[in-house]
């Protein structure tokens, strides 16, 4: 499976409904991943440009964004920022298999000293 970082921003009407009524979204974000063959891994709650952010595996990109298009539909969250996160050892990999020989940069490029 693959992991998948989503970053999120509440509307402020969203807010205003939690502060009338304190509720723990990261069991509905579980039960959502889950039910579409996933796993959350992490939910955190943090400060700056967004809300929140969750950690989880789904089993391919399809999966993926079917559970954030799922968990946008009812429209308490105004941004989204999703990331494929790569492990170290693949990153490695990638590494290894990366050519620079094998493709040639634009004409008259100079590499920055």
């Excluded at 693959?2 to 409904?17: C, G, H, I, Q």
Aim: proline share 6%; aromatic share 12%; hydrophobic share 35%.
């Amino acid at each position: 499976m693959s992991l998948y970082m989503t970053r999120f921003s509440y509307t402020p009407k969203a807010w205003e409904a939690f502060a009338k009524n304190p509720e723990d979204r990261s069991d509905v974000f579980r039960e959502l991943v889950e039910r579409l063959g996933g796993q959350l891994l992490s939910f955190y709650y943090c400060f700056g440009e967004y809300d929140g952010v969750v950690i989880f595996e789904a089993p391919d990109e399809a999966t993926a964004t079917a559970t954030i298009i799922t968990a946008i539909t009812p429209g308490h969250l105004k941004a989204t920022e999703t990331t494929v996160l790569v492990s170290v050892e693949d990153t490695v990999e990638a590494m290894r298999k990366a050519d620079p020989r094998r493709y040639r940069g634009p004409e008259l490029w100079t590499t920055p000293s």
